[in-house]
């Protein structure tokens, strides 16, 4: 069966420090890859997309980057921080890309002070 | 840009109470999913909908896709205070979007 694994959970991290998050999926191949943000209390907004090894698309102008170094590794960086990229940062992956279920890591919680 | 759309934002119900939350879209859907977020976890998958005016069930909730494949709703029937969280439509064109959500708050 497919798992995603997204770490770290939480982290706490000063303004103008750089950011890794890190998500794998196991059990399949070739999956749509995407980034969301949930600011508190509000819906997720989707941050990048990646329908393959070294394809990303972004979605909104932002402080951020994002990497597909391996057909099932997907890395969310950023170089300098800023206390609006706090947030809840949540992996998931899809079959097809548009359609289909998307499954989710458990999510990274960001807070930058 | 495309944009989906929840009504209310937020809605509190006594347990038993029924519970609907819409969702429109500002453009034609391929399909809509629907989610279930409970506080401080990630969004599960309930449902997908893709055929015009598709109605699906699962036990006390009901799903509908709008005949122009711009809006839906869930709808939940007798509400349990197991129902309490986020519940988001997802919209489908060539990627998903993600309505802005409906927080559902359940008094015992």
């Known amino acids: 069966s497919q798992t995603i694994h997204q770490w770290p959970a939480t982290l706490v991290q000063p303004v103008g420090s750089p950011l890794s998050l890190e998500c794998t999926v196991e059990?399949?191949?070739?999956?749509?890859l995407y980034w969301y943000r949930q600011a508190a209390g509000r819906g997720l907004q989707l941050l990048f997309y990646?329908?393959?090894?070294?394809?990303i698309s972004s979605e909104v102008p932002q402080n951020l980057s994002a990497s597909r170094p391996q057909d099932r590794q997907f890395i969310l960086s950023s170089k300098k921080l800023l206390l609006s990229d706090s947030g809840f940062y949540l992996c998931?992956?899809?079959?097809?890309?548009?359609?289909?279920?998307?499954?989710f890591g458990e999510g990274s919680r960001l807070t930058v002070l | 840009g495309q944009q989906v759309m929840q009504i209310p934002q937020y809605q509190h119900v006594q347990e038993g109470e029924d519970f609907t939350t819409y969702c429109n879209s500002s453009t034609t859907l391929s399909n809509i999913q629907w989610y279930k977020q409970r506080p401080g976890g990630h969004p599960v998958f309930l449902i997908q909908l893709v055929k015009s005016g598709e109605v699906k069930k699962q036990k006390r909730l009901t799903f509908q896709f709008g005949e122009a494949k711009k809006n839906s709703s869930l709808h939940i029937t007798a509400t349990q205070t197991t129902d309490v969280g986020t519940y988001f439509c997802v919209g489908a064109t060539n990627k998903l979007i993600f309505g802005t959500g409906t927080l559902l708050a359940v008094q015992p």
């Open positions: 998931a992956w899809s079959p097809a890309l548009g359609a289909g279920e998307l499954f």
């Open positions: 990646s329908v393959g090894i070294g394809q």
């Open positions: 059990g399949t191949s070739n999956p749509n």
